[in-house]
Nanobody, 122 residues
């Protein structure tokens, strides 16, 4: 059974940092592209970042470039999203996901986590 379980969401002040984790079970993560998404209330889901498998290429949304960093620990079958210099506009539910491809292009994400709430507010 495939499961993606996120954690790390919290209430943080503007300018603060958080690290989200996503533990994957049911398959080996290292062969697949991984991504993080977010959805704020009343807004469409936003593609935050994708990390390819073999090439290690990353694709960040302009809104998070320079502030967010995606990574993976294949030994732990876990992906991470380090978020720095957080802004109120980053408030959303964050989801991790994987797709059946080495690459970020092509194929839809087919496995999703349940989401973790990130709130940036003073």
């Amino acid at each position: 059974q495939v499961q993606l379980v996120e954690s790390g969401g919290d209430l943080v002040q503007p300018g603060g940092s958080l690290r989200l984790s996503c533990v994957v079970s049911g398959f080996t993560l290292d062969r697949y592209a991984i991504g993080w998404f977010r959805q704020a209330p009343g807004k469409v889901r936003e593609d935050v970042v994708c990390l390819s498998s073999t090439e290690g290429k990353t694709y960040y949304a302009d809104s998070v470039k320079g502030r967010f960093t995606i990574s993976r620990d294949n030994a732990k079958n876990t992906m991470y999203l380090q978020m720095n210099t957080l802004k109120p506009g980053d408030t959303a539910v964050y989801y991790c996901a994987t797709k059946p491809s080495y690459y970020c292009s092509g194929y839809a994400y087919n496995y999703w986590g349940q989401g973790t709430q990130v709130t940036v507010s003073s």
